[in-house]
């Protein structure tokens, strides 16, 4: 018959030098469950950590909290269950393994559980607009006027020639325009949401998540027997 979770770790605190039977003093502490080792266990503390991360051969998840919390509820889960290996090392390579395969998914479970329970859509909508404009124009104003106060003069009024002969008075008037005209413009925008839609049978739907991870470690590391 092959040995518990609880005797895995009651033989690593006894390695660390504790004993739940007498102290120090060699006063009989037996009865006293501030020294007993599942009393250790069910505060999770720093001993029962280092041990719970050996078995796990120092591997961890991303989230150093949600780690805490994993492992904290698979020692609750199997304290009292028999591994299905002779020895540790091999119930070690065991955990591992099982651990490695599912690793992403547990990151997942805690990670995105929430983006899945809302249904968390998110939202980047990036636009850029260049507008490139050019004007180009000539205006030419031509003006002319002559007058002659004898008969026999005569005024040649030519509006292409700036020349007026034999007028009395001339007067010319030129003009012009050179339009050269260039617009350049950008137009740059850029919008992002989140949207969140909340429903229960949603949450109905996460119930059991953990546990179904617990159940392939089950599986894959405990004796199915009792």
């Excluded at 030129?174 to 740059?188: A, L, S």
Aim: hydrophobic share 30%; net charge negative; charged share 25%.
């Amino acid at each position: 018959m092959t040995t518990t979770l609880f005797n895995i770790i009651r033989s690593e605190l006894i390695k660390k030098g504790y004993n739940e039977f007498v102290n120090d003093d060699g006063e009989l502490i037996f009865f006293s469950d501030d020294y007993q080792f599942m009393t250790k266990i069910m505060k999770y503390d720093e001993d029962v950590s280092e041990i719970v991360n050996y078995l796990f051969s120092g591997q961890s998840l991303n989230n150093p909290e949600v780690d805490t919390h994993f492992k904290k509820g698979f020692l609750y889960r199997f304290v009292n269950r028999r591994i299905n290996r002779q020895t540790v090392e091999a119930f070690k390579l065991q955990m591992l393994s099982t651990f490695l395969t599912n690793e992403d998914y547990i990151n997942r479970i805690y990670n995105d559980l929430d983006s899945y329970l809302t249904r968390k859509q998110l939202s980047d909508n990036r636009n850029k607009q260049v507008n490139k404009q050019e004007n180009k124009g000539t205006t030419v104003t031509d003006n002319r006027s002559a007058f002659a106060d004898l008969p026999q003069s005569t005024a040649n009024l030519d509006v292409e020639s700036s020349i007026m002969n034999y007028a009395t008075d001339n007067t010319i008037s030129k003009n012009k325009q050179v339009n050269n005209q260039e617009t350049d413009g950008e137009t740059v925008g850029e919008n992002s949401g989140v949207n969140r839609s909340y429903e229960l049978d949603e949450l109905f739907k996460t119930n059991g998540l953990l546990e179904q991870i617990y159940n392939t470690f089950d599986k894959k590391c405990f004796l199915q027997v009792w």
